[in-house]
């Protein structure tokens, strides 16, 4: 018999078990110590936790001494069983095996001797003793219930031990023990599966947002894909250095989760962007691209020479030099209209002749070639939007910013919000919409201000440009670091750590792979650039 000291003793482990079963977060670890406890409680040789999953017992852990079976939940091997039909072919239950009875009834099943038990088939316990040479002697099943008592679960343990380490039967006190503990950790479970759908209903209610924003713009759900992921790489990265400015800087699995939110949500606000903004290719587009407007006038002009020379008002040597001089500045146009990272004074110069150039349309009268929308257009100096669009693009940032914080965030991600909104800010205080200042802004938000940049130069999927490569990337990344746009800590352990590589094996084209030369990149000095050629060669070598 059991002592009293040794009841106390287990009562207030059981007590201590359950305060550690509601605070395990991983459900792995969580079937692991609901297996463990059970087998310390009855002194069990070996035990196995299954699950209820559509109509079978699923094994999740499993354990053995004597045979040293150390598999499944968080740190075991894999498990390969099939899983226990808890119905016959027929619709009838599967009583006959003891787990399986155990889930149909709810009753716990303490048997002294399987190889003498009544009732239930122990053929398959048999066969496994004779390939094994191990001896399944007792078995205490006990069904887990939820709340509503519902089994969840079942929990068998095997082969009780005596003082002596002798095999005996499970006591009275063991399955007391065993079905209170089964009791609560059943509630820990339910209660950690709730907080998982809860989860994946939360990312999926994201998800479903991303899609409708992918639906007016298809590279922006890619992007509010791709960010997340890059943020990620290039947190952890951070919370690994050891070393400089960031070595204190740490993140738990909460912490990720968080920055992962706010990843996911970066951009929401672009839901309430024009489509014809958000995907504006080229300068001149706005529900279709205008150019073949210009190309229609070009052909009049064409025409107009063509004319002239057939009514002897111009030779073939002038109709030859116009024609040259229109087809010249009709690729003028068509090239400032394709944008790009910058414009010269000479093309702009170019462009504002062309504009002035006078025409008549057919039966209208005479007008600048170009009109003053047109003209503003085909002026921009950097990438296809005017300071209008510019002003209705840098909105999304703002609406982000009053969408999260108009949420009822729970204690762990009340920092979405803050992490989300701060992309568009700069180092120097010059970003939007606040002005923030390095000094103002948390290391994930600056995380994700470099994610964010990194992936817009090196994206595919853009309508308004190709993908840059890597060189040509990090180079401009590198200019932003010297110019105060992104944080030069977290910039060099991008580079360092190859968080800039991790990622563009992901999601880069081979072809944007490109050799960089990293003693001429800017923003790097000779210390990291030898070190990342070291790199490189070690990278070779394999």
């Not at 409680?41 to 299954?50: E, H, I, K, S, V």
């Not at 239950?93 to 003891?98: A, L, R, Y």
């Not at 048997?111 to 009544?118: C, G, T």
């Not at 702009?348 to 929308?373: D, K, M, V």
């Amino acid at each position: 018999m059991t002592s009293e000291d040794e009841i106390l003793s287990r009562l207030e482990t059981l007590n201590a078990i359950g305060v550690a079963l509601s605070s395990e977060r991983d459900i792995g670890s969580l079937l692991e110590r609901i297996l463990e406890a059970a087998r310390d409680f009855a002194d069990a040789d070996g035990g196995t936790l299954y699950r209820v999953k559509d109509d079978t017992l699923v094994f999740e852990v499993l354990r053995n001494d004597t045979l040293g079976y150390f598999m499944g939940g968080k740190h075991g091997e894999a498990i390969h069983f099939a899983p226990l039909p808890l119905y016959d072919a027929d619709g009838s239950g599967n009583d006959s095996m003891v787990v399986a009875h155990a889930a149909l009834s709810g009753l716990t099943i303490n048997i002294s001797d399987a190889y003498a038990a009544e009732g239930f088939d122990f053929s398959g316990t048999r066969a496994f003793d004779q390939k094994t040479g191990y001896r399944s002697q007792s078995f205490l099943t006990v069904p887990m219930k939820d709340h509503s008592g519902a089994v969840i679960g079942v929990l068998q343990l095997i082969n009780a031990k005596d003082h002596d380490g002798k095999v005996c039967a499970f006591s009275h006190a063991d399955q007391q023990l065993v079905e209170s503990l089964a009791s609560q950790a059943a509630i820990a479970l339910n209660n950690r599966q709730l907080v998982e759908q809860l989860e994946t209903l939360f990312e999926s209610l994201i998800s479903l947002v991303n899609t409708a924003i992918d639906e007016k713009s298809p590279y922006t759900g890619g992007h509010c894909e791709r960010v997340p992921v890059l943020t990620s790489l290039l947190a952890d990265a951070a919370a690994r250095n050891s070393a400089g400015p960031l070595a204190g800087f740490s993140m738990t699995e909460a912490d990720r989760y968080e920055l992962k939110i706010a990843g996911l949500l970066h951009d929401c606000g672009k839901i309430t962007t024009p489509v014809h903004v958000v995907d504006k290719a080229t300068k001149l587009e706005t529900l279709f691209d205008r150019i073949a407007l210009i190309d229609t006038r070009f052909e009049v002009l064409l025409r107009d020479v063509e004319i002239a020379r057939l009514k002897g008002e111009i030779d073939a040597d002038e109709q030859a030099a116009r024609v040259q001089h229109l087809l010249a500045d009709r690729e003028t146009v068509r090239s400032a209209n394709t944008g790009g990272e910058f414009m010269d004074e000479g093309k702009l110069q170019a462009i504002a002749r062309i504009g002035a150039h006078e025409w008549r349309p057919h039966g209208g009268e005479t007008q600048a070639f170009l009109s003053a929308n047109e003209l503003e257009n085909l002026s921009i100096r950097r990438g296809t939007l005017t300071a209008a669009e510019r002003e209705i693009i840098n909105h999304h940032i703002v609406m982000t910013i009053r969408m999260l914080e108009a949420l009822p965030w729970p204690p762990h991600l009340t920092q979405v919000p803050e992490y989300a909104g701060g992309h568009h800010e700069r180092m120097d205080g010059k970003g939007y919409p606040k002005g923030l200042t390095r000094e103002q802004m948390s290391i994930p938000a600056r995380v994700m201000g470099i994610a964010d940049i990194f992936e817009a130069l090196t994206a595919r999927d853009r309508p308004y440009k190709p993908g840059k490569t890597l060189s040509e990337s990090l180079r401009i990344l590198g200019h932003m670091k010297l110019e105060g746009h992104v944080d030069p800590d977290l910039f060099d352990i991008f580079l360092r750590e190859r968080v800039y590589l991790d990622y563009a094996k992901r999601f880069l084209e081979p072809a944007q792979i490109d050799v960089i030369d990293w003693t001429k990149m800017p923003g790097v000095d000779a210390g990291l650039a030898e070190h990342l050629l070291a790199a490189d060669r070690n990278e070779g070598s394999h």
